[in-house]
């Protein structure tokens, strides 16, 4: 069975602080992982990733892989309030796991405090 | 654009009841899908359905049926709602089912008393 797992589960920090959110998995016929933000409403792509060690970057969030490991980073620098919410990853499979090979962890719960 | 819409955005059902939770994209997406968010379960893959009259199910299929006629709608049909439906319900969409991201709708919440 495929597996994704994140932590922390929460994390709470005071603006202006660097986290980095990791993502660990177990799937068979890796094809990709995915971050995404979920604030109050639908979780909006931030980004994805199927190469090992290419950093992937917008503004503040950068994130990165590594299939040998098997697992994912997501670095968020000079924290702000906006950046709360719950970040989740996906991880897809070229076929079983998830039906569609789509597999979310539970999510970390990030709370920037000012 | 309005991307992927999901109505109603609230429901409260009693135990028993059926109803149909609706998705619209017009984004032209081929492959459609329903989660529900749970606290604690993160997101479960309930069906999908790679196009036009294709479905097929996910993690947790009991209790709900779908059918896709067209390419812009996938409705999600609960037949006889239990507690254990009250959830947060999610459409999402992607242009393929390999490596294009999903586009999420904004959610309907569910209770069942």
């Known amino acids: 069975e495929d597996k994704v797992v994140q932590s922390p589960l929460s994390l709470v920090v005071h603006e202006g602080d660097t986290v980095t959110l990791n993502c660990s998995y177990e799937?068979?016929?890796?094809?990709?992982l995915l971050w995404y933000k979920q604030e109050k409403k639908a979780p909006t792509f931030l980004f994805m990733l199927?190469?090992?060690?290419i950093e992937k970057k917008s503004g503040r969030l950068s994130s990165i892989l590594d299939k040998k490991e098997l697992f994912s980073i997501l670095n968020i620098t000079a924290t702000q309030t906006g950046d709360s919410a719950i970040y989740l990853c996906?991880?897809?499979?070229?076929?079983?796991?998830?039906?569609?090979?789509?597999?979310f962890g539970k999510g970390t719960h990030l709370i920037i405090q000012p | 654009n309005a991307g992927v819409t999901q109505t109603p955005k609230f429901q409260v059902l009693k135990t028993g009841q059926s109803m149909t939770l609706q998705c619209a994209q017009d984004m032209n997406h081929e492959y459609m899908s329903w989660y529900r968010q749970d606290p604690g379960m993160g997101l479960r893959l309930i069906h999908y359905?790679?196009?036009?009259?294709?479905?097929d199910q996910g993690e947790v299929p009991n209790g709900y049926n779908v059918s896709r006629s067209t390419t812009e709608d996938f409705p999600l049909r609960l037949l006889s709602a239990a507690p254990s439906q009250t959830s947060v319900y999610f459409c999402?969409?992607?242009?393929?089912?390999?490596?294009?991201?999903?586009?999420f709708g904004n959610g309907t919440r569910l209770t069942v008393t």
């Open positions: 996906a991880v897809k499979a070229r076929s079983g796991g998830g039906a569609d090979g789509l597999t």
């Open positions: 799937v068979t016929n890796f094809r990709s």
């Open positions: 199927t190469s090992s060690g």
């Open positions: 359905s790679v196009g036009a009259g294709i479905t």
């Open positions: 999402a969409s992607a242009l393929g089912s390999h490596n294009s991201p999903l586009h």
